[in-house]
T-cell receptor, first 113, second 114 residues
Framework: GENVEQHPSTLSVQEGDSAVIKCTYS??????FPWYKQELGKRPQLIID?????GEKKDQRIAVTLNKTAKHFSLHITETQPEDSAVYFC????????????FGTGTRLLVSP | NAGVTQTPKFQVLKTGQSMTLQCAQD?????MSWYRQDPGMGLRLIHY???????DQGEVPNGYNVSRSTTEDFPLRLLSAAPSQTSVYFC?????????????FGEGSWLTVV
């Protein structure tokens, strides 16, 4: 089955710096890659996603890139702010039957003022 | 439109007790699922349902039962609680087929088994 690895497990940056979180997946049939942000004690919330027919997607300060050949995708956050501090999860899914999301283990991002 | 509603939010159980985590969604979503979240392990799928009357196992189904008698409700039952089931549980729903259908999570249920 699918396996998703996520790195780093923790990431500390200064406010205004960029942050990059990387994930690799094992199943070449996976074709949907969402990113979730989870604040302390809250539910995971979708912040951006990308499908396998697209190489890059951007939404204001966040962007996601996908390299299907290498089977990895990355989350990029520019001009980080303290409110970006949270745990970020990547996930991968195939478009066959039930959409079974397989999650990475999470990255704790800390943005210091 | 409340989205995905889970109850209870917090629960402490003794080993061997049983309980049911309730989940309801008001978005008429076909697909519902239960995940557990443990430190350093992300979210892992316990059970899922693709429609009323249909359920199936995820990655970590042992010790849990589910049923889906209506489209709206998807309760998770712990048959005989064990300390290893101490975790945060999230119910989720989505509208159906298609690679881009957003999965919506409930607010979570914090369960401690002593």
């Amino acid at each position: 089955g699918e396996n998703v690895e996520q790195h780093p497990s923790t990431l500390s940056v200064q406010e205004g710096d960029s942050a990059v979180i990387k994930c690799t997946y094992s199943d070449s049939a996976s074709n949907y890659f969402p990113w979730y942000k989870q604040e302390l004690g809250k539910r995971p919330q979708l912040i951006i996603d990308i499908r396998s027919n697209v190489g890059e997607k951007k939404d204001q300060r966040i962007a996601v890139t996908l390299n299907k050949t290498a089977k990895h995708f990355s989350l990029h956050i520019t001009e980080t702010q303290p409110e970006d501090s949270a745990v970020y999860f990547c996930a991968a899914r195939k478009n066959t039957g039930f959409q079974k999301l397989v999650f990475g283990t999470g990255t704790r991002l800390l943005v210091s003022p | 439109n409340a989205g995905v509603t889970q109850t209870p939010k917090f629960q402490v159980l003794k080993t061997g007790q049983s309980m049911t985590l309730q989940c309801a969604q008001d978005m008429n979503h076909e697909y519902m699922s239960w995940y557990r979240q443990d430190p350093g392990m992300g979210l892992r799928l316990i059970h899922y349902s693709v429609g009323a009357g249909i359920t199936d196992q995820g990655e970590v189904p042992n010790g849990y039962n589910v049923s889906r008698s209506t489209t709206e409700d998807f309760p998770l039952r712990l048959l005989s609680a064990a300390p290893s089931q101490t975790s945060v549980y999230f119910c989720a729903s989505s509208s159906g087929t298609g690679s881009g259908n957003t999965i919506y999570f409930g607010e979570g249920s914090w369960l401690t088994v002593v």
